[in-house]
């Protein structure tokens, strides 16, 4: 069975509508690359705002970020994501309980380095664990003593 000439010719047009599209996607983002540089590197203007967002990938949540970062209070966190959500940086997605913010670029693509994680201290109550008694070898008794 010969496919339709109708068809061909609709799926010739298509491919070249998909080229034509690409080819002028890839010169608006080239277009775009130093005005993305110069907002990210406005809005991350501290470590700690850098790593935040490099984590706000939309699979770790306020809380994980926050500790990871460094940040001590989620609604730092919070608005810096609606900060960020304004800046066109990322896109907000739904996840079960509410949504969370996930970036839209990575910054070693820009050149900005992405800080380190530190080491997060857990909070560990230490609790002495009992200790035996050294076992100490019964004697025998000596002549003239009382045992």
């Given amino acids: ?8 010719m609709e ?8 080229i034509l599209l690409r ?19 406005s809005a991350l203007d501290t470590e700690q705002k850098r790593l935040a967002y490099h984590l706000s990938d939309g699979a770790r949540g306020i809380v994980e970020i926050a500790k990871l970062a460094g940040i001590g209070s989620t609604s730092t966190i919070f608005d810096m994501w609606q900060t960020w959500l304004k800046f066109g940086l990322g896109e907000s997605i739904p996840v ?23 080491e997060v201290k857990k909070e560990e109550k230490q609790v002495a664990e009992p200790t035996l008694p050294e076992k100490t070898e019964a004697k ?3 002549e003239g003593s009382y045992a």
Avoid at 11 to 18: G, H, V
Avoid at 23 to 41: D, H, P, S, Y
Wanted: charged share 35%; hydrophobic share 35%.
């Fill in 23 to 41: 080819e002028i996607l890839k010169w608006i983002k080239f277009a775009g690359m130093r005005e993305v540089k110069n907002t990210l590197a």
């Fill in 1 to 8: 069975m010969r496919p339709n000439r109708k068809k061909v």
């Fill in 140 to 142: 025998p008794p000596q």
């Fill in 96 to 118: 079960k309980g509410g949504s969370r913010f996930k970036r839209s670029f990575d910054l070693e693509d820009f050149g900005i380095e992405v800080p380190r994680i530190k």
């Fill in 11 to 18: 799926m010739s047009q298509e491919n070249e509508q998909t």
